[in-house]
């Protein structure tokens, strides 16, 4: 978990654009796990150096251009970091995108459902290759990511069941968004609880958590069954000995298949066209849950580790 002085408030006088940069008032800041991953080391990104600003995907507005492809007004979103203004210059701007202003659609659904959670759950849910009838359990279901991969399930026809951690997030899940069954892993009995939820057993795992969860729910996967592994959140902030979990994947012939959502980028445009058309005719819900204030931003990143988020967590600066 973060601590007070993990990152610093820094103030500093907004810079002076040269030619080909665009300067970005951010709006909104994504609140991702991953954020955790960039501080603790390199992965798929190279970790954030010691002094750096705290990279981070924000939604944000041009507010003064030397860039030739921006504009004032125009709206973007992309790694704008954890501040109150970037600057898009020719490297950023690879890692923005505008965005267009649609009448009755909020500016934070391109963090959530139209941004990297929906995309995240529109390709891993690819990778699945969901088929009618089929068992689909979710982990984290309730976030941002799971939430999606569920109705998304529900669509592909499948049985869908989601793990999360209240009783108030299952009874949205299930209430509210059309899972079938959805189950509390901190209620003691929880383990049998998936089991009599999964009477065929699962065939397909979408991996947000890892550990524990991730052990009871292959144990209960169908041979051939197939694990979407996006994350792995419970190990983001403490050591997880859960690897010996792979051994299962090798006794019942599971296929595991890692992904970045960072591949997509070229696909990104339809995912995002399929992901409005359903919430247009109501067959996606989102939900959000919002911070006010840049200076809230690391309580906001333990937020997650807590589970003190339904859906798609974003700080308001
Ligand atoms: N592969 C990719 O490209 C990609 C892209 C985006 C996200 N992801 C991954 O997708 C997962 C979900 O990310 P998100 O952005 O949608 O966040 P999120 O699900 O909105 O928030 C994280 C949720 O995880 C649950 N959680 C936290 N610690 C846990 C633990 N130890 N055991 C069980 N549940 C725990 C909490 O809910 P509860 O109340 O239910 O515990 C929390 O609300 C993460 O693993 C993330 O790294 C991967």
């Known amino acids: 978990m973060l601590t007070p002085g993990d990152l610093k408030l820094d103030e500093t006088p907004v810079p002076e654009l040269k030619d080909g940069q665009a ?80 009448p009755f659609v909020s500016d934070t659904v391109f963090l959530g459902l139209l941004g990297i959670n929906g995309l995240t759950a529109f390709f891993g849910m690819e990778i699945a290759a969901p088929k009618k009838g089929e068992t689909l359990v979710v982990s984290a279901a309730a976030g941002a990511t799971g939430s999606i991969v569920g109705q998304i399930g529900k669509i592909r026809g499948c049985r869908v069941v989601g793990i999360s951690g209240t009783d108030d997030k299952c009874n949205w899940l299930t209430k509210e968004l059309g899972f079938d069954a959805a189950i509390n892993y901190k209620h003691p009995d929880w383990k049998e609880k998936l089991a009599a939820a999964v009477p065929n057993g699962i065939d397909i795992d979408f991996e947000n958590v890892g550990g524990e969860i991730m052990n009871r729910v292959l144990e209960l996967m169908n041979l051939h069954g197939r694990v979407t592994l996006c994350g792995l959140i419970s190990g983001y902030t403490k050591e997880d ?56 931003a690391p309580d906001a990143i333990n937020m997650l580790f807590t589970g003190a988020n339904t859906g798609k967590l974003i700080v308001k600066v």
């Open 23 to 102: 300067l970005t008032r951010v709006k909104y800041l994504s609140i991702d796990p991953t954020m955790r991953v960039w501080m603790a080391g390199d992965s798929y990104l190279p970790a954030v150096g010691i002094g750096d600003v705290m990279r981070a995907f924000g939604f944000a507005e041009v507010v003064d251009s030397r860039h030739p492809d921006y504009k004032k007004g125009d709206r973007v979103t992309g790694l704008t970091g954890l501040q109150d203004y970037a600057v898009l210059d020719a490297s950023a701007s690879k890692s923005f995108q505008k965005v267009p202003k649609i």
């Open 241 to 296: 000995p859960s690897l010996a979990s792979f051994a299962t994947v090798l006794v019942k012939r599971l296929r595991v298949e890692g992904f970045i959502i960072l591949d997509y980028v070229s696909r990104f445009m339809e995912a995002a066209t399929q992901l409005g058309q359903w919430k247009m005719f109501g067959k996606i819900k989102d939900r959000e849950t919002i911070v006010e204030g840049l200076e809230k």
